[in-house]
């Protein structure tokens, strides 16, 4: 089985995480979905962590605009008509059970977990009950990989390709020389 591919995890890419999240980040094994200044939207986690403890959340949304914006579509009901398309469209209901398997694919390149053995996240394959864990599937793994995602996204405010970045204030003399570092630097919310 081969791995996704993610672009390697820097320092760095813990930092702003761990800022992104108001905690230490753990256990992460990549960064599949960036902002357009290039820090971490989405973080993927091992499938056991290293206290053991088993994480079915594989791609998880990091970026706190994002997260945000989800946060307002969860609470505009835009699950409810999900869980009715769901319903009423065979086609789109085979495609989310499609992304629930190539989900479980993915987490298990990095290991199998027996206690998460057809768990995937955010309701799949049969409901929607999180968009956040949909959308940082859809981000991770690109457009037509989850229509549920992909619709949520569709109905966003937020978009991956403008940078909402606050300054993670994580960057230290001899930054790597990304867009991101600069974003950071001049503290102007733009990139």
């Keep these: 089985m081969s791995r996704p591919p993610f672009e390697p995890v820097s320092d760095r890419d813990i930092r702003i995480v761990s800022a992104q999240l108001g905690r230490q980040a753990r256990d992460v094994v990549g960064i599949p979905a960036r902002c357009a200044c290039g820090a971490p939207t989405v973080v993927a986690t091992a499938p056991r962590l290293a206290d053991g403890t088993p994480f079915p959340t594989f791609y998880y949304l990091s970026h706190p605009a994002a997260t945000a914006a989800m946060s307002f579509l969860e609470a505009a009901q835009l699950m409810v008509e999900c869980n009715e398309l769901l319903a009423d469209d065979a086609e789109v209901a085979a495609h989310y059970a499609a992304a ?36 940082a599937h859809a981000l991770s793994a690109g457009p037509g990989a989850n229509p549920m995602g992909d619709l949520a996204l569709e109905r966003s405010s937020w978009s991956p390709d403008v940078c909402q970045c606050p300054d993670y204030g994580v960057d230290a003399p001899g930054g790597d020389g990304s867009a991101a570092d600069e974003h950071a630097d001049d503290g102007s919310g733009a990139a």
């Excluded at 989900?103 to 409901?127: C, H, K, Q």
């Design 100 to 135: 629930h398997r190539d989900y479980l694919a993915d987490r298990e390149s990095f290991g199998v977990v027996p206690e998460l053995a057809g768990i995937s996240a955010g309701g799949m394959p049969t409901r929607v009950k999180c968009l956040h864990a949909l959308v």
